[in-house]
């Protein structure tokens, strides 16, 4: 299959996007025996709503979305599609390992009413073939109409979806945003040459998000921000406002927390800096286990640091 014509040169007036802004990936709350706390997440996405974001991401890898069985995931995303009231665009993470199972889970989700999905590619099967990982795209995208925001992680899930590799999804129309977590800032240039502004282009590393501002992004799946939700909302408005000053003094100051996203025990890390900030607790599914020891208190310095330099908002 060709590529998207002409995507660098298009003309006329820039594409309307259907989902910019800041849609954090809120984690799954859970009580001490790993059981749901439905509750306690309800009450989060409402803090975060309460901060002015634009959307919100539910079971993403922040969500723990691969410790939940179907039901769960199901039960979750009713229970919040309810909580959020319409307010905001409602996302639910994919992240199956098969295809089948992907599109299995955009229909049950679909039917409990979520706005629409963040797409993995089928996970624990790593490919160099890319036209494997687009064949699962393109399968999972044509058995649904609800819209779909494509998350490429190449460090964590080992497919990579390259500027060009985009360009051929961009003939399916619901397909309307991207997740760019490479790490390679390089990228939303490259995908600004190649495929103009056909997605909406979303950064998903929180210690390079001013970086990918300056280079002309569309939103931010923000992860620590969730516990400094004000802080996080404040710093992506003069990114967009172009106040730079501003945000480059308030950047410095978040990114000892930011630095927690990137690490492989982002959850954990992320859940205790929540916990620490009262919007909800540090309890994870095992695998994961609570952190302990010298990592934990090393964790918890950068948090208290966090909180008692925070600065304050005008």
């Not at 069985?69 to 009231?85: P, T, Y």
């Not at 997740?179 to 909406?200: M, P, Q």
């Not at 952190?291 to 964790?299: F, H, P």
Request: proline share 5%; net charge negative; with cysteine.
């Amino acid at each position: 299959m060709t590529a998207y014509p002409n995507l660098s040169a298009r003309q006329g007036p820039p594409r309307e996007h259907v989902w910019t802004g800041v849609f954090p990936a809120i984690t799954t709350q859970m009580h001490r025996d790993g059981s749901l706390d439905l509750d306690a997440t309800a009450r989060h996405a409402e803090a975060l709503i309460a901060s002015g974001i634009a959307g919100v991401i539910f079971l993403g890898s922040l969500g723990e979305n691969q410790m939940l069985s179907g039901e769960e995931k199901r039960l979750v995303m009713a229970e919040m599609v309810k909580a959020v009231r319409g307010r905001i665009p409602v996302l639910a993470g994919i992240a199956e390992t098969s295809t089948a199972e992907a599109s299995r889970c955009v229909s049950d989700l679909g039917r409990v009413g979520v706005d629409g999905v963040m797409l993995l590619p089928a996970m624990v099967y790593r490919t160099p073939d890319p036209h494997e990982t687009l064949e699962h795209f393109r399968t999972v995208a044509t058995g649904t109409d609800l819209p779909i925001m494509i998350y490429n992680n190449p460090i964590a899930y080992g497919n990579d979806i390259t500027p060009e590799m985009f360009a051929q999804l961009a003939e399916i129309d619901n397909f309307v945003a991207l997740k760019e977590s490479s790490g390679n800032t390089r990228r939303i240039t490259d995908l600004h040459n190649t495929v103009g502004d056909r997605f909406a282009i979303f950064t998903g590393v929180d210690d390079l998000a001013l970086e990918s501002a300056v280079l002309g992004i569309d939103g931010w799946v923000a992860g620590t921000g969730i516990a400094f939700p004000e802080h996080n909302q404040r710093l992506w408005d003069w990114m967009r406002a172009g106040e730079w000053n501003k945000a480059v003094e308030l950047y410095r100051w978040f990114t000892p927390l930011l630095h927690l996203d990137v690490h492989v025990k982002f959850v954990q890390y992320i859940k205790l800096c929540v916990q620490e900030c009262g919007l909800g607790k540090e309890w994870t599914r095992a695998p994961r286990l609570p952190l302990s020891g010298a990592e934990r208190e090393a964790v918890l310095r950068v948090i208290h640091e966090g909180i008692a330099t925070a600065p304050a908002l005008h």
